[in-house]
């Protein structure tokens, strides 16, 4: 989805390297995620926010942190990466409205460390 | 949290309909269905949701039965570009979080033959 934009699309890095990931959206959604995927596998949530000054921990945080910068920009940072981080990583938002709550994904992120 | 249970893989006729299945016996009342595709390692696709009734977009249809244990996505003239992995989500509350978690499990596999 062209409204949710993540950068970079490939990254190759080593291990023990700092690397954040960006995630900006022009949905106007006040929530958003981070997941990661790995091959073969269903997507795993790593971090959420609700808010700017709202972030929660997900399923899987360990050796990562993240930052919502604005509305529109949630970033998520891996301080000191190592191989087994090698995965997919997917950004998503949603707009909470009453019951429904439909996240919407951007293109992803291929990130490799050797 | 609701587990649903879908075939590994299946195979559609170009121009047939796809009828997608999937088992969800342990929902609860206030839980949507929800089903996304996800085509060759792109970012997840949001197709439907439904409560209990039956739904339909420009996508697909989406048929959940009475007692709510089971919905089947229906892709009414698939093409080749819906050959993806389809996956059949229960939306969850996170207790303490505040959130829905979208948990994806491995979904089904379809092929679309020309």
């Known amino acids: 989805d062209a409204d949710v934009t993540q950068t970079p699309r490939n990254r190759i890095t080593k291990t023990g390297k700092r690397i954040m990931l960006e995630c900006s959206q022009t949905k106007g959604h006040d929530r958003m995620y981070w997941y990661r995927q790995d091959p073969g596998l269903g997507l795993r949530l790593i971090y959420y926010?609700?808010?700017?000054?709202?972030?929660n921990k997900g399923e899987i945080s360990d050796g990562y942190s993240v930052s919502r910068q604005a509305q529109a920009k949630f970033s998520l940072s891996l301080e000191s990466a190592i191989p087994n981080q090698t995965a997919l990583y997917f950004c998503?938002?949603?707009?909470?409205?009453?019951?429904?709550?439909?996240?919407?994904f951007g293109p992803g992120t291929r990130l490799t460390v050797l | 949290d609701a587990k649903t249970t879908q075939p590994p893989s299946m195979d559609c006729a170009e121009g047939r309909a796809a009828n997608l299945p999937c088992n969800h016996s342990?929902?609860?009342?206030?839980?949507?269905v929800y089903w996304y595709r996800q085509i060759h390692s792109q970012g997840p696709q949001y197709i439907i949701h439904g409560l209990k009734n039956n739904e339909t977009n420009e996508m697909a249809s989406l048929i959940i039965t009475e007692d709510r244990k089971s919905s089947t996505l229906i892709l009414p003239h698939a093409t080749l570009r819906d050959t993806a992995v389809y996956y059949c989500i229960v939306r969850a509350y996170v207790k303490g979080a505040g959130s829905y978690q979208l948990t994806f499990g491995k979904g089904t596999k379809l092929s679309v033959i020309p």
């Open positions: 342990t929902i609860s009342g206030n839980e949507y």
């Open positions: 926010s609700f808010d700017v000054k709202d972030i």
């Open positions: 998503a938002t949603s707009d909470f409205g009453g019951s429904t709550d439909t996240q919407y």
